[in-house]
DNA sequence: TATTGTTATACTCTATAACTATA
DNA sequence: TATAGTTATAGAGTATAACAATA
């Protein structure tokens, strides 16, 4: 079933593929990307649903984070670090800097380049995004097992590196 | 210019951090979430390149390899099946009309679902995309394993059915 | 009344390209 | 010339809501 099946669920469904019933995913069964973006989803959906009114768009998450984390970072540096483009990134920025969860200094040795920081507000923001990311870990764990969720993120950083 | 420094860190980062530097990923780098959005990117991105001029839409991907194993299925199931919305299932299927990979019949039994058949052309390019489909299986066993990648198909199916 | 599919519309996320200001 | 950041713009992809046809 794994290839050249363009006919093979056919004389079976060729009438109508009702509500309801399994549908023959195919080659999908296998395809890695397929069952990615389903899984990618779902967990967006729920850590959204957990996150309720502190939800932040979701480019701004990852962020929100690495400004707490890294102290100054620069534009290109958070470019880098989540995969999104420079302009993808200023726009977020001044999003959360025009709701005061982050604040931006132009940089003394090189002043084309600006350092963010988090407010006191954005740490506060930060720290119930932190909870809730436990909160959510929990319950992939609950789901999966915590042993199981560990080689999961070690395969995906795998993959991430190794994928060209 | 892309190694990274190797000591540096958090204390260095609170002064600033500086392009090149390693990033301190902070609670991403635990957060299912962030790593699962990274590894989707980057096996679309790959995905994409490799089909080049037999690139499809991203929904339609998914959406002509069921028709193609599921002859004459319903909007509703693909929706169901993709997890799409129906007005996204529509515009996707206008389209792949339009371009000639498809036909859609009402069905007899109900004349308010339509079902959804490929065309020889479709049957053509669903032969193409399933062998580009191989390839980019190969790759990907290659850079983790196949033991790795069927653990984690298997996880990521997991996820799917138990995260609510 | 409920469901299938269509359409109009709008929203979000993202990148490209042109620009400025620095280097 | 090259780089950091900004802005305008465009384009995918998606969902919501109102609708027609049918059940």
């Given at each position: 079933m794994r290839d050249r099946d363009g006919d093979n669920g056919a004389e079976r469904a060729q009438e109508e593929a009702e509500p309801g019933e399994a549908v023959e995913l195919g080659i999908l069964a296998g395809h890695l990307g397929f069952h990615l973006r389903l899984a990618n989803d779902r967990t967006f959906e729920t850590f959204a649903d957990l996150l309720g009114?502190?939800?932040?768009?979701p480019g701004c998450f990852t962020m929100l984070i690495l400004i707490a984390n890294n102290p100054g970072i620069t534009q290109t540096g958070i470019s880098r670090a989540c995969g999104r483009d420079k302009s993808s990134v200023a726009k977020a920025l001044r999003y959360m800097e025009d709701e005061g969860l982050i604040r931006r200094e132009r940089v003394e040795d090189d002043r084309r380049s600006s350092a963010s920081f988090v407010t006191p507000a954005g740490a506060q923001r930060v720290e119930r995004l932190q909870e809730k990311a436990r909160i959510q870990s929990a319950r992939i764990s609950a789901a999966l097992g915590e042993a199981r969720v560990q080689e999961l993120l070690a395969t995906l950083k795998a993959l991430i590196d190794r994928l060209s």
């Open positions: 009114a502190d939800r932040l768009r």
